[in-house]
């Protein structure tokens, strides 16, 4: 089992508690949130680096999408005043959707 599979089922998994704390069925003391925030920030910005590293075509998509990811996890650290208010009270279920897309994308 590679590194990128074993990431891609942390994804998973943290996407899933997030989901159930968002929704109220789990509680925990940990900062679960920052910790999707960090991994999602980190993954993207790996995968933004492999893209712009990469030789042959560049599809814009592998710009856009890491960008926009890593932006809803930027968003955790640094919440913009103009930023809409119902994003940032959603913003664990929208990390925790990203992160349960990458993690599914990763195992494939």
């Given amino acids: 089992m590679d590194i990128r599979r074993i990431t891609a089922l942390v994804l998973i998994i943290l996407a899933v508690l997030l989901a ?9 003391g940990l900062p679960f949130l920052m910790f999707g925030a ?12 492999r893209n712009i590293t990469s030789t042959g075509f560049k599809a814009p998509m592998g710009f ?3 960008l ?18 119902f994003i940032l ?3 664990k279920i ?5 992160l349960f897309t990458e993690g599914l994308y990763s195992l494939h």
């Fill in 64 to 66: 856009i999408i890491p």
């Fill in 94 to 98: 929208l990390i925790a959707a990203f």
């Fill in 20 to 28: 159930l704390e968002y929704f109220n069925i789990f509680t925990s």
């Fill in 38 to 49: 960090l991994i999602l920030i980190i993954h993207q910005g790996w995968a933004l680096i």
């Fill in 89 to 91: 009270s959603n913003l």
């Fill in 68 to 85: 926009i990811f890593a932006g809803t996890g930027l968003l955790y650290f640094f919440p913009l005043p103009f930023i809409p208010s």
